[in-house]
């Protein structure tokens, strides 16, 4: 009886203390001071001193997002652009100025962003992103008024993610800048051009307690990202955002079958520039197009991965794809 019981008692010790090793062997470290991230300086420029103040909506929870509004509420569709890893909506503040004739533009600090965040780098739980968007949505469209969600990086791989999951019914039609799909896509440099550091480890031993239900360690940093020191040592560095937690990355991002969430979107259109830094701009059409043939795509020459926001091309295309009924 005990050489039968042995290794069923053993077999989940063992998976726990693998889980428990590889997390405990790994812990964020300084980067090293010469690494060589993204270019911020467009967007540093673009935002220059002032720092347009946000509206506060309310979410299931009772936690107040914070959004900056443009436009009237009831002209052409409610534009949702959704900010990318490590900054926040003021990231989008030329793009939604330009736009704000042509829509109803909403730009939300996700949580764990932004000047005064809860918990920097961290949500409550994975998925959370999700439900504040439709949150967001259910609050602020008008009767009948169509709903466009935007993404610029991984704000674009949670517009995927937000197609394939409960509330994907909430999107009309999807923008998709330069978007993160996973870090095994096609599409992916390494490290995403030098912009982020993963603690592989320490996800991989997450991710086998996650498998067996156990998520009390989800709150561990496990990325890093590469933020220059001209934004940390700048008057907006306190509103910048240098690790995540798994929960908050995990949720940030497509699902594992990225693919299968990319298939759900809805009337899309990718705009991506050909000297990006940390995806593979080329290679987004003819892996996307494969599960979903709905998209439309455009790739920018000469425009990098944080210019495309504001790079004029981008704004006229976006404006014709607001207005195609």
Partial sequence: MIKILLPIILTPVIFLLIAGGLILSQSPQPLPSDREGL?????????????????????????????????????????????????????????????????????????????????????????????????????????????????HSSGGGLVVRMAGGAYGDRMDKAILLAPFLKYNAPTM????????????????????????????????????LAMPRAVLDGPLGHTATTTYTYRLNNGFAPREDY????????????????????????????????????????LIDGVGHLDIVDNAETVGLIGTFLGGG
């Fill in 39 to 151: 270019d911020f300086s467009g967007i540093l420029a673009g935002e220059g001193s002032v720092v347009r103040e946000p509206t506060n909506i309310p979410m299931r929870d009772g936690t107040m997002l914070p959004a900056r509004l443009y436009g009237a509420p009831d002209q052409g569709p409610l534009l949702v652009l959704i900010h990318g890893s490590g900054w926040h909506g003021m990231q989008f503040d030329g793009l939604a100025r330009a736009l704000s004739s042509d829509a109803f533009v909403v730009v939300p600090d996700l949580r764990g962003h932004g000047a005064k965040p809860e918990r920097r780098g961290d949500v409550d739980h994975i998925g959370q992103y999700e439900e504040d968007l439709a949150d967001l949505i259910d609050n602020l469209r008008q009767d009948g008024q169509k709903v466009v969600v935007a993404g």
């Fill in 189 to 224: 440099r390494p490290d995403a051009g030098g912009w982020t550091q993963a603690l592989t480890r320490r996800i991989i031993g997450l991710t086998m307690l996650n498998m067996v239900g156990i998520t009390t360690f989800n709150d561990l940093q496990v990325i890093q």
């Fill in 259 to 298: 693919l299968k969430d990319a298939a759900a979107l809805p009337p899309f259109l990718l705009i991506a520039g050909s000297d990006d830094e940390a995806f593979v701009a080329e290679a987004y059409e003819p892996l996307l197009s494969d599960v979903n043939t709905r998209g439309t795509y455009a």
